[in-house]
T-cell receptor, first 112, second 113 residues
Framework: SQTIHQWPATLVQPVGSPLSLECTVEGTSNPNLYWYRQAAGRGLQLLFYSVGIGQISSEVPQNLSASRPQDRQFILSSKKLLLSDSGFYLC???????????FGSGTRLTVV | QKEVEQDPGPLSVPEGAIVSLNCTYSNSAFQYFMWYRQYSRKGPELLMYTYSSGNKEDGRFTAQVDKSSKYISLFIRDSQPSDSATYLCAMSGGIGGSEKLVFGKGTKLTVNP
């Protein structure tokens, strides 16, 4: 069966520090991968999605970037965090042949 | 007008009540309609989905889609405290890599014992 792993679960980082969040999917190949941010009162905001290795689409221009170095690995990064980067970050995947996404357990990021 | 509108609540009901959660949308190209349940500090999980118009039932849950009114609903019968969560509707025009889900903001539901 397919599983999605996302870590860390909680992260407190100072303003100006770098960020790296990792997501991996097991039990499937060539998944579509997504990074979302969820902020209170704003719902789920799609940040990046990828349909293959090295193929990254950005939905919102901001202080973040994403990379997909391997088929089942998706990384969200920032060189310098801002206070406004605080939020709940969710990775998700889909096979592209069925309805809906499967989400990871999320990373709660607090920038201080 | 936003693509998907969902009343954020919060909604508080007694145990055993029938709960109705709703979303409206503006994009007539949407064909797949989903409901996700998200417990506090967890990722959303797909509860059920419907293709095009009609009803779908799964245990105590019923999803309805009215494409003519661009209105979807999720009904929960005999609600339980374990149903307390945020419910998000989501929609897409198809399945595939380029098809992205559009989410509502979610409705927070509390079922009181």
């Amino acid at each position: 069966s397919q599983t999605i792993h996302q870590w860390p679960a909680t992260l407190v980082q100072p303003v100006g520090s770098p960020l790296s969040l990792e997501c991996t999917v097991e039990g499937t190949s060539n998944p579509n991968l997504y990074w979302y941010r969820q902020a209170a009162g704003r719902g789920l905001q799609l940040l990046f999605y990828s349909v293959g290795i090295g193929q990254i689409s950005s939905e919102v221009p901001q202080n973040l970037s994403a990379s997909r170095p391997q088929d089942r690995q998706f990384i969200l990064s920032s060189k310098k965090l801002l206070l406004s980067d605080s939020g709940f970050y969710l990775c998700a995947w889909s096979p592209g042949t069925s309805v809906g996404y499967t989400f990871g357990s999320g990373t709660r990021l607090t920038v201080v | 007008q936003k693509e998907v509108e969902q009343d954020p609540g919060p909604l508080s009901v007694p145990e055993g009540a029938i709960v109705s959660l709703n979303c409206t949308y503006s994009n007539s190209a949407f064909q797949y309609f989903m409901w996700y349940r998200q417990y506090s500090r967890k990722g959303p999980e797909l509860l059920m989905y419907t293709y095009s118009s009609g009803n779908k039932e799964d245990g105590r849950f019923t999803a309805q889609v009215d494409k003519s009114s661009k209105y979807i609903s999720l009904f929960i019968r005999d609600s339980q405290p374990s149903d307390s969560a945020t419910y998000l509707c989501a929609m897409s025009g198809g399945i595939g890599g380029s098809e992205k889900l559009v989410f509502g903001k979610g409705t927070k539901l509390t079922v009181n014992p």
